[in-house]
């Protein structure tokens, strides 16, 4: 007895290609049809991408910055709590004279999760190698586990939809 | 001093970028900072304040630590290449470990290190406190070596560094030092110090009867070689700053005169021609000319002499007083030197012209072999007084002066090349006439005082001089 037909290849084309015949043109083809399907069919739901942290938020803070929202008291103690993971290199050239501003974001649990460079240091960190080091042990401290998790209680963060961001001011 | 080896950025990895855009908050920093060019150094501009009624947090008084890291072996292709991976990484953690600068996370405490080119399981390094993290891979065939190595900061988890160098077999430890430098400049923004040489004095033999040679190392000890037989006394040698060259005092036939000594043809050459003794030399910063002191009667001076047919010029006129042990500052516009013109030896710094003379040291005791760091920032001399010698700095205007070290004797500071660490010799005292208990060794300490390592040598050692970084 005959063995029975195998069973329709699942992998094989369903549908046959219409540039099937060698062509020259095929690439700019496909592109064409690439371009066909990226055509816009609805209108524009982007919106122009705000400076860093957007307007000013219902809480008061500019670019989502809640650290006028905090006490004195409150602000010193975030900063203690960084400073048990904030190094420096005491041999560095000028070290006692360098400092840097950061903005932190902080996740819904209030744990920093980035650390970039204020906008008035972008420029002079990019240029100086030692004023980079510094600001990446900055980084570090407040990326650090034992300083940055839990940086804010939960009820002291803002929920409005932006990201909650804090300054800090490193300095030897 | 030729390098021959070849060397290859490599990009951040395209995986850590795509790790990134999925993570969101994380991309910014990594798209901004992940370029890991360098640019010169500089004094940093001021910094700028919190704009007046804005709030932030303060964060100071830092620590002095060392940065954890975690060098676990470079990858190996099979064969040699696999041990050549791991002695490479403990050169690595040997030169970062004893800068004092890193602390590098003993291997047992390694969970899965992972293979090379893989972008790493950051929670795996987070876990165990690396900061930094250094990967890599070796391919060796037919005598060549190829070394890939990735430097990460673990916490925003981004490649920060990646170079590949291709090199001869034979040159796996400069490799090793070149990656450390490397290391070094991207995660503290100042040069290293360890693709460098020390040239020392070899000491051997009873007391009295002391043979010392020329002798030279890598900084870190390894492959020493004696570079005169013995037959003669070397003392005081001193690196060209950019010529495979040693000045040194030699006592040739009796007669202690200036040499040049050329590491690559081992051919000795007197460095002038004068009535009286010549001693103490050093190169002048762009190596065109030598200062170094020549006595004439009871006293001494300083003198410039050219090389390639320069001339000679006096530049002190001391009046019977010992002038001596003179240095350039970096910029070759000041001299320090050592002068008893005041009735005991003190430090004097004066224009490159000899004008302008004004001491410097104030402090007890008499100051000895200053040295110009290369940075330009302090001055390290030798103390003696109150029955101790000590290895000190001080800012070029004689402010800030910071002991470092002290002993029975200590001297002949040098500085590595980007300022940071001191190398200087120490001694023992004889425990009885025919010398026992005596011995001499090189001894490098941090320019903070922290961090003094003894530097080991085949033999007794003193006199030491740092390179600059080889080319």
Known sequence: MPPPPSPPSTTSQPNPSTNAAADSRELDNTLEKLRALQKQTQSATARPNPVRGGAPTPAGSARGDITATLSADQRAAIGDKVRECWTKDAGALNEDQMQVMLTVTLDASGTARLVEPATSDVGRISGDPRLRAFFERARRAVLDPRCGNDLLPKDKLVNNGAPNRLTFRFSP | ?471
């Open chain 2, 1 to 471: 001093m030729t390098k021959m080896i070849k060397t290859t950025p490599i990009p951040a990895s395209a995986e850590t970028g795509a790790a990134f855009s999925r993570r969101g908050l994380m991309a910014g920093s990594a798209a901004m900072l992940a370029a890991p060019a360098i640019a010169r150094a500089q004094t940093p501009a001021p910094a700028p304040s919190a704009a007046p009624g804005s709030a932030v947090i303060d964060v100071n008084r830092a620590r002095t630590d060392p940065i954890p890291m975690a060098i676990p072996a470079l990858t190996g292709s099979g064969g040699d290449s696999d041990r050549l991976g791991s002695d490479i990484a403990s050169v690595i953690t040997n030169d970062l470990g004893h800068s004092g600068l890193f602390r590098p996370i003993d291997p047992a405490a390694f969970i899965n290190a992972g293979a090379a080119g893989d972008v790493p399981n950051f929670a795996n390094w987070k876990a165990i406190g690396a900061q930094a993290l250094v990967t890599g891979k070796v391919e060796s065939a037919g005598g060549k070596a190829r070394v890939e190595f990735r430097l990460w900061d673990v916490l925003p988890q981004q490649q920060i560094q990646g170079t590949a160098y291709t090199t001869d077999l034979s040159n796996w430890r400069r490799i090793a030092h070149i990656i450390s430098d490397v290391i070094y400049e991207r995660l503290l923004g100042e040069k290293g110090y360890f693709d460098t040489r020390i040239v020392y004095i070899a000491g051997t033999g009873p007391r009295d009867r002391r043979i010392k040679r020329l002798a030279i190392m890598d900084q870190d000890g390894e492959n020493n070689r004696f570079l005169t037989d013995g037959s003669f006394m070397a003392l005081t040698p001193r690196f060209h700053p950019t010529r495979d060259q040693i000045a040194f005092m030699s006592y040739l036939n009796n007669k202690p005169r200036v040499f040049l000594f050329d590491l690559g043809t081992g051919r000795q050459q007197v460095l002038g021609d004068f009535a009286g003794i010549t001693l103490s030399p050093r190169f002048a910063p762009d190596g065109n000319s030598v200062i170094m002191a020549q006595t004439h009667g009871s006293g001494s001076d300083i003198f410039s002499v050219g090389l390639n047919g320069g001339g000679t010029r006096r530049l002190t006129d001391g009046g019977g007083s010992i002038n001596v042990s003179p240095c350039y500052s970096p910029d070759a516009t000041q001299i320090v030197f050592n002068s008893d013109r005041g009735g005991d030896q003190q430090l004097y710094v004066m224009g490159a012209d000899g004008s302008g003379v004004k001491r410097i040291s104030y402090g007890q005791g008499q100051y000895a072999d200053p040295v110009w760091s290369p940075r330009g920032d302090l001055i390290a001399y030798t103390r003696f007084g109150g029955g101790t010698f000590s290895i000190g700095v001080m800012k070029p205007d004689g402010s800030g002066e910071r002991i470092l070290s002290e002993s029975f004797f200590c001297e002949g500071p040098t500085f590595a090349p980007n300022g940071r660490v001191i190398m200087f010799y120490r001694e023992t005292p004889a425990t009885d006439s025919r010398g026992h208990g005596f011995s001499a060794k090189l001894v490098s300490i941090d320019i903070t005082g922290f961090n003094e390592r003894p530097v080991i040598t085949p033999t007794d050692a003193s006199d030491p001089a740092w390179s600059p970084l080889l080319q």
